[in-house]
């Protein structure tokens, strides 16, 4: 689709794939782009959280220098073909918005940049003499990947004018010429499967005596752990979420579960050696965790009663800052997690 105007930060010299994208010369001038310019692709993009699109601009002037941003949608009233009116920045200027917190710049031209950028060259830019992005045969290309959910535009303009940034009039249209490419809208990651734990009613025991948990709703590509926490320090509806005790550094306090009851076994065969109320230990790296892996989607633990006691198994994916399970200020997990009925060990 040919477009009008264009709203593009140049490149001065053509780079090899992977590297960094190159600035200098040739020097630019302000004579607008003869021709319309256009985009492809033109349509609507929907991106992952981490997913990519790239986008080609043609019909550039060689000699001209030209500068590409990603606007938040909150600010631009694109039209579908190419123009838009943007939100003032208070200076006669395109406001962007926040647009870095939803999608970044990861390639210009074939250059791949250091950082997911906003904009390319930076806003520090000197629209005298800038260093912008220049075509390369003809064409100008650029790539967008998502941060997290929202929409963003991206807009390629001349980087010329009074200022490095788009130049718009009273109305909010640019003054200066510029390609509004397609709105990228950026999915939130689909929620995780809910951890089951099974049963999910009170069970119990004597000391000595064993009980299995099947813990389901799991990814195989991922690492779990699995502690006790004592029944002082968990509030549970019985629906298999809950809040807890604070540890004092934002995790969940399982208190000494160790008194009442371990886990001797996981995935029927595997011994835990020592018996221990966590799997993996506390010492676990969550960077780097050997955590327990599902099978089918699923984790099974023996518990043994120790003494008289109350315990309830909770489940929740090994990652985060800690290894342990992290919850916010009000007591709930902040990661995936689920938790089973309460094994209360009970002498006959």
Request: hydrophobic share 35%; glycine share 12%.
């Given at each position: 689709m040919t477009r009008p105007a264009l709203f593009l930060a140049a490149f001065a010299l053509a780079c090899g794939p992977g590297d960094p994208a190159p600035t200098g010369d040739p020097t630019p001038t302000d004579t607008p782009a003869p021709d319309p310019l256009s985009i492809s692709p033109d349509s609507p993009q929907t991106l992952g959280v981490?997913?990519?699109?790239?986008?080609?601009?043609?019909?550039?002037?060689?000699?001209?220098?030209?500068?590409?941003?990603?606007?938040?949608?909150?600010?631009?009233?694109?039209?579908?073909?190419?123009?838009?009116?943007?939100?003032?920045?208070g200076t006669g200027t395109a406001n962007a918005g926040p647009s870095d917190s939803y999608a970044g710049l990861f390639h210009v031209q074939y250059g791949t940049l250091p950082a997911l950028a906003k904009t390319f060259p930076a806003a520090t830019d000197d629209p005298a003499a800038p260093s912008a992005i220049f075509p390369i045969n003809g064409m100008v290309s650029f790539g967008v990947e998502g941060v997290a959910a929202g929409s963003v535009y991206p807009v390629i303009y001349h980087n010329g004018g009074e200022s490095t940034f788009l130049e718009i009039d009273e109305n909010g249209s640019a003054i200066e010429h510029y390609i509004v490419g397609?709105?990228?809208?950026?999915e939130a990651p689909p929620p995780p499967p809910?951890?089951?734990?099974?049963?999910?009613?009170?069970?119990?025991?004597?000391?000595?005596?064993?009980?299995d948990y099947t813990i389901t709703g799991l990814n195989d590509a991922y690492k779990y752990r699995i502690?006790?926490?004592v029944a002082a320090n968990i509030t549970t509806p019985g629906d298999g979420t809950g809040s807890f005790v604070d540890s004092g550094t934002g995790t969940a306090n399982a208190g000494n579960s160790q008194d009442y009851a371990l886990i001797t076994y996981y995935n029927t065969t595997y011994a835990v050696d020592p018996p221990a109320k966590t799997?993996?230990?506390?010492?676990?790296?969550?960077?780097?965790?050997t955590g327990i892996t599902p099978s089918g989607g699923e984790i099974t633990v023996?518990?043994?009663?120790?003494?008289?006691?109350?315990?309830?198994?909770v489940a929740y994916?090994?990652?985060?800052?800690?290894t342990f399970l992290e919850i916010d200020g009000s007591g709930y997990p902040t990661e995936s997690y689920g938790v089973g009925g309460s094994l209360t060990v009970a002498t006959p």
């Amino acid at each position: 689709m040919t477009r009008p105007a264009l709203f593009l930060a140049a490149f001065a010299l053509a780079c090899g794939p992977g590297d960094p994208a190159p600035t200098g010369d040739p020097t630019p001038t302000d004579t607008p782009a003869p021709d319309p310019l256009s985009i492809s692709p033109d349509s609507p993009q929907t991106l992952g959280v981490g997913d990519q699109v790239s986008f080609d601009v043609t019909d550039v002037d060689p000699d001209q220098a030209y500068r590409v941003t990603l606007v938040h949608g909150d600010n631009i009233t694109w039209d579908g073909d190419g123009n838009a009116v943007f939100v003032d920045s208070g200076t006669g200027t395109a406001n962007a918005g926040p647009s870095d917190s939803y999608a970044g710049l990861f390639h210009v031209q074939y250059g791949t940049l250091p950082a997911l950028a906003k904009t390319f060259p930076a806003a520090t830019d000197d629209p005298a003499a800038p260093s912008a992005i220049f075509p390369i045969n003809g064409m100008v290309s650029f790539g967008v990947e998502g941060v997290a959910a929202g929409s963003v535009y991206p807009v390629i303009y001349h980087n010329g004018g009074e200022s490095t940034f788009l130049e718009i009039d009273e109305n909010g249209s640019a003054i200066e010429h510029y390609i509004v490419g397609p709105e990228i809208t950026i999915e939130a990651p689909p929620p995780p499967p809910p951890v089951t734990v099974e049963p999910s009613t009170p069970v119990t025991i004597a000391p000595g005596d064993t009980y299995d948990y099947t813990i389901t709703g799991l990814n195989d590509a991922y690492k779990y752990r699995i502690t006790l926490v004592v029944a002082a320090n968990i509030t549970t509806p019985g629906d298999g979420t809950g809040s807890f005790v604070d540890s004092g550094t934002g995790t969940a306090n399982a208190g000494n579960s160790q008194d009442y009851a371990l886990i001797t076994y996981y995935n029927t065969t595997y011994a835990v050696d020592p018996p221990a109320k966590t799997i993996p230990a506390a010492t676990d790296d969550p960077a780097n965790p050997t955590g327990i892996t599902p099978s089918g989607g699923e984790i099974t633990v023996t518990i043994e009663g120790v003494a008289d006691g109350t315990v309830y198994p909770v489940a929740y994916r090994n990652y985060g800052a800690s290894t342990f399970l992290e919850i916010d200020g009000s007591g709930y997990p902040t990661e995936s997690y689920g938790v089973g009925g309460s094994l209360t060990v009970a002498t006959p």
